[in-house]
T-cell receptor, first 115, second 116 residues
Framework: DGGITQSPKYLFRKEGQNVTLSCEQNLNHDAMYWYRQDPGQGLRLIYYSQIVNDFQKGDIAEGYSVSREKKESFPLTVTSAQKNPTAFYLC??????????????FGSGTRLTVV | AQKITQTQPGMFVQEKEAVTLDCTYDTSDQSYGLFWYKQPSSGEMIFLIYQGSYDEQNATEGRYSLNFQKARKSANLVISASQLGDSAMYFCAMREGPNGGFKTIFGAGTRLFVKA
């Protein structure tokens, strides 16, 4: 079955450490997105990419970095510059051409905790 | 700036009854799309229903319907015949057209509790 796979499901980060969250999709979707969700809040956009080797900052990009070397993959690195990284991270994708009415397909999320 | 407002942090509904979850939005763009997503306790977001700004009819998908009032900038979700499995967080979202960079923003969500 097609879908989005996020790994790991749980991740613990020490102070000053960089960590990378994986997001892989086999839906042949063009666009991929990273959102952050804090308790009791909605989703905030971190980064997004509509084509390979290109990506744009979202509303809260500081302290994060991404790459899009393959259509299927959009990993997110949480750097030591992100001062409050504890949150639930969701990866999403969607097709672009002629699919404006289609919502995102989401992964099952990664819960990141600073220890 | 675009904005989504969900004023109901929590809602209770009796099983088999209908419930309306409120959503208002703010945008200066003429072309936009409105979405509702469901987030069960597992955390994964599930796309429920879509309404385009130029759609003349209210969207429906099974037990979900969208009460779209463009002049009031509201896009309320109606769930008919509630089931225990409908207990979850529900998020309203908006995607603007080219001027908004096709980004999607989300409201803070409404937690729905379905009582047996």
């Amino acid at each position: 079955d097609g879908g989005i796979t996020q790994s790991p499901k749980y991740l613990f980060r020490k102070e000053g450490q960089n960590v990378t969250l994986s997001c892989e999709q086999n839906l042949n979707h063009d666009a991929m997105y990273w959102y952050r969700q804090d308790p009791g809040q909605g989703l905030r956009l971190i980064y997004y990419s509509q084509i390979v080797n290109d990506f744009q900052k979202g509303d809260i990009a500081e302290g994060y970095s991404v790459s899009r070397e393959k259509k299927e993959s959009f990993p997110l690195t949480v750097t030591s510059a992100q001062k409050n990284p504890t949150a639930f991270y969701l990866c999403a994708s969607r097709p672009l051409m002629g699919q404006g009415r289609v919502g995102y397909t989401f992964g099952s999320g990664t819960r990141l905790t600073v220890v | 700036a675009q904005k989504i407002t969900q004023t109901q942090p929590g809602m209770f509904v009796q099983e088999k009854e209908a419930v309306t979850l409120d959503c208002t939005y703010d945008t200066s763009d003429q072309s936009y799309g409105l979405f509702w997503y469901k987030q069960p306790s597992s955390g994964e977001m599930i796309f429920l229903i879509y309404q385009g700004s130029y759609d003349e009819q209210n969207a429906t998908e099974g037990r979900y319907s969208l009460n779209f009032q463009k002049a009031r900038k509201s896009a309320n979700l109606v769930i008919s015949a509630s089931q225990l499995g409908d207990s979850a967080m529900y998020f309203c979202a908006m995607r603007e057209g080219p001027n908004g960079g096709f980004k999607t923003i989300f409201g803070a969500g409404t937690r729905l509790f379905v009582k047996a």
